[in-house]
């Protein structure tokens, strides 16, 4: 006899209830409410509480009083830093004579052959006129100074990097335990880790050289160690079963293997060298950047435009060169080195001609003063645009307007938020966002903010940096639409996105200063200019990149072009517009040191301060807490993919 069997309907969830971040959204709301209250008992407050806090003045103190009173006596000093220290300065030095008896038609000549034998006539014309500007510019010494320190900077960042590059890509242990220390050598600030360059190194070239390293030696290490994991397995394999030993394998196999990630990496390390180049001058680098820095002390903007557009041309030079290159490198005739010989023989013909012709310095007549002009556009701008604009008040008035209605009820906001629930938001973006490694890490990150004392100073940064984001996303999001939608457009958009990406932030500091005075309200506009231009391209490449297939089938259907937007591109696009939101944040505050410079305050100030007065607590705890809020940033704002297994 069958039996029948019916089943019983199960209770079907809402829509919304069936996702996997609403069950967190859930969890964190019953755990809210339990937690909630008690935390409210014991800790109304919005301040951190002191008992939570580490005071690291007295250490810090006492270790910066060592160096200080050590530096001159101590065999660390004489016999280590003091060789490291003269083997920098000889080097630059060295370099700076060869440019120097090469002279301007000799250093001209051998840049414009090495970009034509990499590159071809185009960008070999380019490079030479390039080299010309900045003679014309009336900035042929400082750019030769600035090449000579970025030539040893360079070079000592791709030695370091290759080696801690080798150690991570040959080891997978080696790679975990490096991976945090290269993390926090990019996100540290610059003017935190100045301070204990300058104490050990003393104001001078030797101090610059080192601090350019250890912000551009990074990303020649991943590059390397990415390059070196990603070799191909059946040509390591062929390469051992001829009995090559492991040295063998490395030389002749993993290496050029890796060669285009090393050109790059290569690449990059140039690029955020010479980004320190300013920053550098601050402490006695001379050269371009010291010039950009003595016209941000005397708002003189032409001048700093003057010293920054050679610092924009050998940055895209330098860009376009080696990119080049790395995309040549599987030609046959990329490596032969009669070519070389005959493009330095030639170089050296030309310096010789000069030479005797007693012309080896530019010519004096051959000069543009832009500074004057330029000036006088700026006095125009602040005298018109300042103020007393008809209806639209001016850009002091905009800036009054936004520190009022918007930076400082943001401020006041976080500040007034107990800080436990800080913490809970905190710990709910990242958790929903990710996973609860994620939301550890955020919540510890932000932690750590607290217990090194600087709770509201920190907040008052956040507040910063959230506004910055947000003018940033809106601008950079609507810019980036248009461009990928417009091909005209993005051509045109090019070049003013690498003038605005490779221009050192102290040049356009000074114009935003100019038109919107000294305060928060600036910082925010100099930290938005610095990163719009990642967001605009991470944007308009995201939207370009969506499958053709499903916009022409949405074009069938008969959709419009917003609806196609709105429906296909941005969804399909959210992966690189996430991207473009967690760059638009690590960029903006990176900018943060800088906008203490004009009245930016908080952790900012505090670094500029502590550099500024040799207080190496000061600036190292403000660094240190920069550093936590760019981790605890960057995890609620990059989604974490999603594990498959249990406890993910």
């Known amino acids: 006899m069958a039996t029948v069997t019916a089943s019983v309907p199960r209770l079907a969830l809402p829509g919304i209830l069936r996702h996997r971040a609403a069950h967190k959204l859930l969890l964190l709301a019953l755990a809210a409410a339990v937690l909630v209250p008690l935390a409210d008992a014991h ?53 700076y004579l060869v440019l120097l008896a090469a002279g301007w038609a000799g250093v001209t000549a051998f840049g414009a052959l090495v970009a034509w034998r990499v590159a071809g006539v185009r960008l070999a014309v380019g490079t030479g006129v390039a080299f010309l500007v900045c003679g014309l510019l009336g900035m042929w010494v400082p750019t030769m100074q600035t090449l000579a320190l970025m030539v040893v900077a360079v070079l000592t960042s791709v030695v370091v990097g290759l080696l801690l590059g080798l150690a991570g890509g040959l080891s997978e242990r080696t790679d975990r335990a490096l991976r ?44 390397t160690a990415l390059g070196l994991r990603n070799a191909d397995p059946e040509v390591l394999e062929a390469v051992e079963s001829l009995g090559a030993t492991g040295r063998q394998r490395l030389l002749t196999a993993r290496l050029p293997l890796a060669r285009k990630q090393l050109l790059l990496g290569l690449n990059q390390t140039i690029m955020m060298a010479l980004s320190m180049a300013v920053i550098a001058s601050v402490i006695g680098a001379g050269g371009l950047g010291d010039r950009v820095y003595q016209a941000l002390a005397s708002v003189d903007v032409g001048a700093a435009l003057a010293a920054g557009i050679p610092i924009v041309l050998l940055a895209v030079v330098l860009d376009r060169v080696t990119a080049a290159a790395g995309e040549q490198t599987d030609e046959p005739t990329a490596s032969d080195p009669r070519r070389w010989l005959y493009a330095l023989g030639a170089t050296v ?36 645009l300042y103020s007393g604009v008809p209806y639209l008040g001016g850009t002091a008035d905009w800036a009054g307007h936004f520190t009022t209605w918007v930076l400082d009820p943001v401020r006041d906001g976080l500040q007034w938020l107990p800080w436990w629930s800080v913490l809970l938001i905190v710990a709910a973006l990242a958790w929903v966002i990710g996973t609860w490694r994620t939301a550890l890490t955020a919540v510890l990150a932000m932690a750590a903010i607290g217990v090194l004392g600087v709770w509201k100073p920190s907040l008052d940064t956040l507040s910063q940096v959230l506004a910055a984001v947000a003018v940033t996303l809106v601008l950079g999001f609507a810019t980036g639409i248009a461009a990928a939608r417009s091909d005209r457009f993005e051509r045109a958009l090019r070049p003013v996105l690498d003038v605005c990406q490779t221009m050192p932030q ?13 305060g928060r309200a600036p910082a925010v506009a100099a930290a938005v200019v610095y990163a719009l231009p990642a967001v605009v391209r991470i944007t308009t490449q995201g939207l370009r990149q969506v499958d053709p297939a499903a916009l022409e089938s949405a074009r069938s259907l008969g959709a419009t072009g917003a609806q196609q937007l709105r429906q296909i591109q941005l969804p399909l696009a959210r992966p690189a517009l996430l991207l473009a939101v967690n760059q638009g944040v690590v960029l903006v505050l990176a900018v943060v040191i800088i906008g203490g410079l004009v009245g930016g305050g908080a952790l900012g100030y505090d670094a500029v301060f502590g550099l500024a007065q040799g207080d190496l607590a000061t600036g190292l705890v403000a660094g240190a807490a920069i550093v936590c809020l760019g981790l605890m940033l960057d995890r609620v704002t990059q989604p974490t993919e999603r594990r498959t297994r249990k406890g993910a």
């Open 43 to 95: 800790w109304s407050s919005g301040s951190w509480p002191g008992a939570l806090t580490v005071d690291l003045s007295g250490p810090l103190g006492r270790a910066n009083d060592w160096i200080i009173d050590n530096r001159d006596s101590s065999p660390l000093f004489l016999y280590f830093f003091g060789y490291i220290s003269n083997a920098v300065v000889l080097s630059v030095r060295a370099v």
């Open 180 to 223: 945090p220390v290269l993390d926090t050598m990019q996100v540290l600030p610059a003017f935190a880790y100045l301070l204990p360059v300058v104490l050990v190194f003393g104001i001078g070239v030797p101090a610059a050289v080192l601090a350019t390293v250890v912000y551009a030696a990074p990303p020649m290490a991943r590059l």
């Open 349 to 384: 013909a030309v310096a010789v001609a000069v030479r005797l012709a007693g012309a080896l310095d530019w010519p004096s007549g051959w000069t543009l003063d832009i500074a004057e002009p330029v000036n006088r556009v700026v006095d125009w701008m602040t005298a018109h």
């Open 506 to 518: 102290f040049v356009y500091l000074i114009p935003v200063v100019a038109l919107f005075g000294v």
